[in-house]
């Protein structure tokens, strides 16, 4: 499928075990320019303090921050959802964080945000599914896909866990494959 030309207000990524190097390759290869804000949905075990906004940085040619509650989504930026919590969207340009219980064992839930990402951005959306040892994230991108927004999921031949991407691509409507060194290059294009 072709992704020149889409409409992108929001790219939102999940995935799980596997799936860092895969993030890290993305954005080292990221252009300084776009158009859209960037959400990671990393299952990580939780932490006072996370390294992973510095260890990103270090690659990117983007700002590279961790959310807070009611933190104002820019475009150009890449912003991690905090360990511990679950991310809603509550317009297109804020969002919050919830303590509430864990879905699909993981807080954040790739789930619970896809869904509000879908109802929030609509068709302006693209939902990106990595690798991981769990399902989560595939009832969001059933959801994204209902809300007519595009979904991307990792080759599962590419995963260092492949049972996430390929629940994924057994049981949604996707419109890309994606390879881990494809990524930045298909998120480059989108507009």
Known sequence: METKGLITDLVVIGGSAGSLQVILTMVKNLNGDLNFPIVLILHRKA?????????????????VLEIEDKTEIKNNKIYIVPSDYHLLF????????????KMNYSRPSIDVTFRSAAEIFGQSVVGVLLSGANSDGVEGLKYIKKNHGKVWIQDPETADVDYMPRQAVQNVEYDLIVKPDDLAKRINQLK
């Not at 932490?47 to 700002?63: G, T, Y």
């Not at 509550?90 to 219980?101: A, I, P, Y």
Request: net charge negative; no cysteine; charged share 30%.
């Open 47 to 63: 932490q006072a303090e996370s390294i992973l906004p510095r260890l990103l940085q270090q690659f990117s040619l983007i700002d």
């Open 90 to 101: 509550e317009d297109k340009n804020t969002v919050s964080l919830d303590g509430s219980e």
